[in-house]
């Protein structure tokens, strides 16, 4: 008898053990599961706001029509809510990506704030949503100036500076002047689908006559597969062309959507900068 008991122990102990540990890692994985019903912030506009101003931000998402405060790092007396609703999801787009809803805020950024990230909440009666990064300017940067669909109406850049603008519909081309010199190293970069922009950048760079010189698409390693999904790394949708100007005199720089789509969720930030600043 005894020696029928002992197995039998074990197995009851191994039963038991098994069941604790589904038991405890049932446990865990609620823990880990986010409410559905969470507020969602999925892009900005702008993707930046500069320190010592007060800026105006759209940011969509999902559940924001639910949304009672937003806070900026960890406080809400820098945040105005000024309005909040529905908003459509653009067409050809998803709204795990674009948003259904939308908050519209006043941002005051405190002027001793260091550049980098700022960080952003919404808040609603199901809870707080996942932090949503701003980028935090030291000063101004320059705002896309519409009309400036094509070469005759390019806006006028400064090599060194930073565009803050959005493709606001499909097949809609914004299109920048720079000067520069013959053996001038330059990279210019988008910022946008590492923001949370729908935008799938293009850069293509123009000749006073108005002839490609040099283009630019995803960043290296976009076809990268994430571990977790194995779906594709979006972040890398965007550009960054670096060329030496083979001449002196004007160039045009055309930011596109590969897609060409556009909508309220295709912000960017396009940097234009010397690879040797002077």
Not at 208 to 221: E, F, H, K, S
Request: proline fraction near 5%; hydrophobic fraction near 35%.
């Amino acid at each position: 008898m005894i020696c029928l008991r002992k197995p039998l122990q074990s197995r009851w102990l191994v039963s038991s053990l098994c069941v604790c540990v589904v038991t405890l890692s049932s446990i865990v994985q609620s823990q880990d599961k986010k409410p559905d019903n969470l507020p969602q912030l999925l892009v900005a506009t702008p993707l930046g706001v500069s320190a010592g101003q007060t800026t105006k931000v759209v940011v969509r998402g999902k559940k924001l029509d639910e949304v009672k405060e937003v806070r900026f790092n960890g406080q809400s007396a820098p945040v105005k809510l000024l309005n909040k609703g529905k908003a459509g999801v653009p067409q050809k787009q998803e709204a795990n990506r674009a948003g259904d809803s939308q908050v519209e805020i006043e941002l005051t950024v405190p002027a001793d704030l260091k550049p980098g990230d700022g960080e952003l909440v919404a808040v609603s009666d199901a809870g707080t949503s996942e932090v949503f990064k701003l980028v935090i300017d030291a000063e101004p940067v320059v705002q896309e100036k519409e009309p400036n669909d094509g070469f005759a109406q390019s806006q006028l850049v400064e090599i060194g500076k930073v565009v803050e603008g959005t493709l606001h519909q499909g097949q809609n081309v914004d299109v920048f002047r720079i000067e520069g010199k013959a053996g001038d190293k330059l990279v210019c970069e988008v910022t946008a689908a590492r923001r949370g922009s729908v935008l799938d950048s293009l850069l293509s760079l123009y000749d006073a006559r108005q002839r490609l010189v040099a283009t630019a698409d995803d960043l290296p390693g976009s076809q990268a597969r994430t571990a977790i999904t194995g779906t594709e790394d979006l972040s890398r949708r965007d550009s960054r062309l670096e060329i030496t100007l083979p001449s002196s005199g004007v160039f045009y720089l055309a930011l596109q959507d590969a897609h060409d789509l556009g909508g309220p969720a295709h912000p960017y930030r396009l940097k234009i900068g010397r690879a040797d600043p002077r």
